[in-house]
């Protein structure tokens, strides 16, 4: 009787590299969020806490990552339980002095940041024109905001083609917290002074005539105590930092289903 032979499998064939540079990559889907530091978690926290109004200002971004903030940084400033209105010199200086020590105004001037006195963090409507005014121009840019009830809030902006908004977010920088305290704790006495002083210093309360023209720019809809911020004055903002033109519309925000999204 003849043995038949079983014939060996023939080798898998390897795919050829034309076909293997087609084949997407998936990733997975991330979202993002605002990590801020302990010494910026614990400066906004301060100046929510010991103002009797409002404070607005700027987040630093680490230069790894535009999400992480550094420091808090505070601009001169007119303050009430219900509007923030930069002076407009004072943030331009701002922006020069930090671009002297090389820091761009993407680091410096993107997250717009400011607190509320009252428990919500959630945006008025003049936060909400403010924002789109003053910030449709950049690549990028974030609002932070801090409650003195406790309550966060904090949007993401990217502009291009396509206007993109989303809610991300805000935590705390735990895993470097001990660190912090371990090699800032003995000057932090040192730098809650410098907070009390930049209040005294840089955040006033306007006079009552001032005041009057104030609330003339609020709708009757965001006179909530706690729940607004005025508008910041035009002029360097638009030529300097985002160069941007004379229209002052709107920007209708596009807010995506937050599982499509991909930073």
Same mark, same amino acid.
Request: aromatic letters at 6%; hydrophobic letters at 40%; charged letters at 25%.
């Given at each position: ?19 293997m540079?087609?084949i ?27 103002a009797?109004t ?7 971004s680490s ?9 808090i ?28 020590g ?11 940041v ?21 910030? %449709?121009? &950049? $690549? ?7 409650a /003195?009830? =406790?309550? !966060?809030?904090?949007r #993401? ?13 805000v ?7 001990p ?18 002083e930049?209040?005294k210093?840089?955040?006033?309360q ?13 709708d009757? %809809?965001? &006179? $909530? ?7 910041? /004055?035009? =002029?360097w !903002?638009?030529?300097? #930092?985002h ?8 920007l209708?925000?596009?807010?995506p289903?937050?599982?499509d999204?991909v930073l």
């Amino acid at each position: 009787m003849s043995k038949s032979r079983l014939k060996p499998l023939p080798a898998p064939r390897t795919p050829s590299t034309s076909l293997m540079q087609v084949i997407p990559i998936i990733r997975p889907l991330s979202r993002p969020r605002l990590l801020l530091r302990p010494a910026a978690f614990m400066k906004l926290t301060y100046l929510c806490q010991a103002a009797g109004t409002e404070v607005g200002g700027f987040g630093l971004s680490s230069e790894a990552d535009p999400l992480v903030l550094e420091d808090i940084l505070l601009v001169r400033q007119e303050c009430t339980a219900v509007t923030v209105v930069f002076d407009d010199e004072a943030v331009a200086d701002l922006i020069d002095h930090m671009a002297d020590g090389g820091v761009p105004p993407s680091r410096c001037g993107r997250v717009w940041v400011h607190t509320h006195p009252g428990s919500s963090a959630h945006p008025s409507g003049t936060d909400e024109r403010t924002f789109a005014r003053c910030f %449709s121009g &950049a $690549d990028f840019s974030v609002m932070l905001i801090l409650a /003195r009830g =406790g309550e !966060w809030y904090a949007r #993401l902006q990217l502009t291009g083609p396509v206007k993109t908004a989303v809610e991300i977010p805000v935590e705390l920088d735990w895993a470097g917290l001990p660190m912090w305290l371990h090699t800032q704790g003995a000057t932090l006495p040192a730098q809650i002074a410098q907070w009390a002083e930049d209040l005294k210093q840089l955040v006033s309360q306007p006079t009552a005539r001032a005041f009057d023209g104030l609330m003339e720019l609020h709708d009757a %809809s965001d &006179a $909530d105590i706690g729940a607004d911020i005025g508008p910041i /004055r035009r =002029g360097w !903002w638009d030529e300097e #930092l985002h160069g941007l033109d004379d229209d002052d519309a709107a920007l209708d925000l596009e807010v995506p289903d937050e599982r499509d999204y991909v930073l």
